[in-house]
């Protein structure tokens, strides 16, 4: 079975500066891979999946992941980021092909200092 | 399209008391999933359903929780009786697909169940 990790529970950063969301998985096969983030008092909302070819995925909001097949990674980025991203990011996976479910991780608070 | 759509938004109920939460999902979509969001467990998959049949109910939590969808644009989750631990945020989500093309899950706005 697939599984994901998400090391860090809170992540505190200011105002334009940038920052890097860790997320690793676990899985003998292939795999998609999503981040979702979710607003106070809202659900989820994809923010970028990747399922194949370029590793480098880019998202809404000007984030972007990169897939690492050999370190198992898939790192959310954003070179500045705004009070608006404040929020909590959850990294998912899912094995391609059949039909799998869909795996969560614990999620990463994002708070944004002014 | 409206999204997925969850009734209500917020309950309170006491111990003992049968909860229905209700969802609607995106015309179309094939997939339905429930969540349910604590702090202590995280966002944890309690059923699924594909083309109103249920697939996958291992996350339910015990016999007090029953899910059923009797066509493709109505699903609920009772709980019967409800207990203070089953407080949490309730996810309704719907997918054309359930992941064997990477689709990716539309989430309604979710329902906050308090049981006192």
């Known amino acids: 079975a697939q599984s994901v990790t998400q090391l860090d529970s809170q992540v505190p950063v200011f105002e334009e500066a940038p920052v890097e969301l860790r997320c690793n998985y676990s899985?003998?096969?292939?795999?998609?891979l999503f981040w979702y983030v979710q607003y106070p008092n809202q659900g989820l909302q994809l923010l970028l999946k990747?399922?194949?070819?370029?590793?480098l995925v880019k998202g809404i909001n000007g984030f972007e992941a990169e897939f690492n097949k050999s370190q198992t990674s898939f790192h959310l980025r954003k070179p500045s980021v705004h009070i608006s991203d404040t929020a909590e990011y959850f990294c998912a996976v899912t094995l391609s092909g059949g039909y799998q479910k869909v795996t969560f991780g614990t999620g990463t608070k994002l708070q944004v200092i002014p | 399209d409206a999204g997925v759509i969850q009734s209500p938004r917020h309950e309170v109920t006491e111990m003992g008391q049968e909860v229905t939460l209700r969802c609607k999902p995106i015309?179309?979509?094939?997939?339905l999933f429930w969540y349910r969001q604590t702090m202590m467990r995280g966002l944890e998959l309690l059923i699924y359903f594909n083309n109103n049949v249920p697939i996958d109910d291992s996350g339910m939590p015990e016999d007090r929780f029953s899910a059923k969808m009797p066509n493709a644009s109505f699903s609920t989750l009772k709980i019967q009786p409800s207990e203070p631990r089953d407080s949490a945020v309730y996810f309704c989500?719907?997918?054309?697909?359930?992941?064997?093309?990477?689709?990716?899950?539309?989430f309604g706005p979710g329902t906050r169940l308090t049981v006192l």
């Open positions: 015309s179309g979509h094939d997939y």
């Open positions: 990747y399922l194949s070819g370029s590793t």
């Open positions: 899985s003998s096969v292939s795999v998609y």
């Open positions: 989500a719907s997918s054309p697909g359930q992941g064997a093309r990477g689709d990716t899950q539309y």
